[in-house]
């Protein structure tokens, strides 16, 4: 298993690597990143979400899965609850640089990386299960991400949560409970499933185009402190209470796989937005993605035994 899974993050690497290449060769110019962005986010991944409903779920399990969602909002409770005593051991202490470390702390990678590790390893089931817990990591990205790093606006929280990706969930679930995916053409299915399995490569290619030239080691001691609490911390304190609960097997496994992931590599983004630091949180996302590749398979054994 552990092989599996160190196997399917290097794939990652290797499609991050061909992003740094093609911005090296001006394939892609930095004007150009969020125009890509907005259209793997907004429409590939939008087919591919609601693909992986129609094709994996089980409506059978519903009774079962309700408790995805719960769990993708409670890992970022954990890290926003780790986050106010971790903060108080940063170098860097102004305001900017402490509210991005806290939002670090609580938001994760829960979306792109997750794909290809649940798909490569447990099947389009676990990817099914994944969407369905990226409800309660979307409403956490909405209010406690962006309330650390803005303040809580619940007018403009609830508006951004309903995003294409969620109302293509709502959309493939109702069709799976009422039994019509199989009246779905066989021709049609396939282009969503051919375009959902483009989607995340080129999400992982235009990450990588993103991050070349991030300035790594600018916040060398608090950067590792980030890794520290993103990588070992937080999952861990997040997964105990878990671990107690006797959750279907599957649903655990798809939990564990997320609370493992590093930092989004959207947060930079976040941080131009919303108000931060574009350059820490830049920094931090390269380094625990970097640094995944030994925690998360070390970690997922360790658990999962």
Same mark, same amino acid.
């Given at each position: 298993? +552990?092989? +599996?899974?160190?196997?399917?993050?290097?794939?990652?690497?290797?499609?991050?690597?061909?992003?740094?290449?093609?911005?090296?060769?001006?394939?892609?110019?930095?004007?150009?990143?969020?125009?890509?962005?907005?259209?793997?986010?907004?429409? $590939?991944?939008?087919?591919?979400?609601?693909?992986?409903?129609?094709?994996?779920?089980?409506?059978?399990?519903?009774?079962?899965? !309700?408790?995805?969602?719960?769990?993708?909002? !409670?890992?970022?409770?954990?890290?926003?609850?780790?986050?106010?005593?971790?903060?108080?051991?940063?170098?860097?202490?102004?305001?900017?640089? /402490?509210?991005?470390?806290?939002?670090?702390?609580?938001?994760?990678?829960?979306?792109?990386?997750?794909?290809?590790?649940?798909?490569?390893?447990?099947?389009?089931?676990?990817?099914?299960?994944?969407?369905?817990?990226?409800? &309660?990591?979307?409403?956490?990205?909405?209010?406690? &991400?962006? &309330?650390?790093?803005?303040?809580?606006?619940?007018?403009?929280?609830?508006?951004?949560? $309903?995003?294409?990706?969620?109302? @293509?969930?709502?959309?493939?679930?109702?069709?799976?409970?009422?039994?019509?995916?199989?009246?779905?053409?066989?021709?049609?299915?396939?282009?969503? @499933?051919?375009?959902?399995?483009?989607?995340? *490569? $080129?999400?992982?290619?235009?990450?990588?185009?993103?991050? !070349?030239?991030?300035?790594?080691?600018?916040?060398?001691?608090?950067?590792?402190?980030?890794?520290?609490?993103?990588?070992?911390?937080?999952?861990?304190?997040?997964?105990?209470?878990?671990? /107690?609960?006797?959750? *279907?097997?599957?649903?655990?496994?798809?939990?564990?796989?997320? /609370?493992?992931?590093?930092?989004?590599?959207?947060?930079?983004?976040?941080?131009?937005?919303?108000?931060?630091?574009?350059?820490?949180?830049?920094?931090?996302?390269?380094?625990?993605? @970097?640094?995944?590749?030994?925690?998360?398979?070390? $970690?997922?054994?360790?658990?999962?035994?």
């Amino acid at each position: 298993m +552990s092989q +599996s899974l160190l196997l399917s993050i290097l794939q990652i690497f290797g499609f991050l690597v061909i992003g740094v290449v093609v911005r090296i060769l001006g394939y892609i110019k930095s004007e150009e990143v969020d125009r890509w962005s907005a259209f793997t986010i907004d429409i $590939l991944f939008t087919i591919t979400v609601f693909s992986s409903m129609i094709e994996g779920l089980d409506a059978g399990r519903l009774r079962e899965l !309700w408790v995805l969602p719960v769990i993708g909002f !409670w890992l970022a409770t954990a890290g926003w609850i780790a986050g106010f005593g971790l903060k108080c051991c940063l170098k860097h202490r102004d305001m900017d640089t /402490a509210k991005t470390f806290h939002y670090l702390c609580a938001i994760n990678n829960s979306a792109y990386l997750p794909v290809i590790i649940l798909a490569s390893v447990f099947g389009k089931e676990a990817v099914a299960n994944l969407f369905l817990l990226n409800v &309660g990591s979307t409403v956490a990205i909405w209010t406690i &991400g962006v &309330g650390l790093l803005k303040g809580l606006d619940i007018k403009e929280s609830l508006r951004k949560m $309903l995003t294409p990706n969620l109302i @293509a969930l709502i959309a493939g679930m109702v069709i799976v409970v009422a039994g019509i995916q199989v009246y779905i053409p066989s021709v049609v299915r396939g282009v969503l @499933a051919d375009a959902g399995a483009i989607t995340i *490569p $080129l999400i992982l290619i235009i990450i990588g185009a993103t991050i !070349w030239g991030t300035p790594v080691l600018r916040y060398g001691r608090d950067t590792a402190l980030a890794i520290v609490a993103r990588l070992v911390i937080v999952p861990i304190l997040s997964m105990l209470p878990l671990m /107690a609960l006797r959750l *279907p097997h599957d649903v655990f496994v798809v939990s564990l796989v997320v /609370a493992l992931m590093p930092a989004p590599a959207i947060a930079p983004l976040f941080t131009r937005r919303f108000g931060g630091n574009t350059d820490f949180a830049a920094a931090v996302s390269v380094a625990t993605t @970097a640094i995944s590749l030994v925690t998360v398979p070390a $970690l997922f054994c360790l658990f999962s035994g």
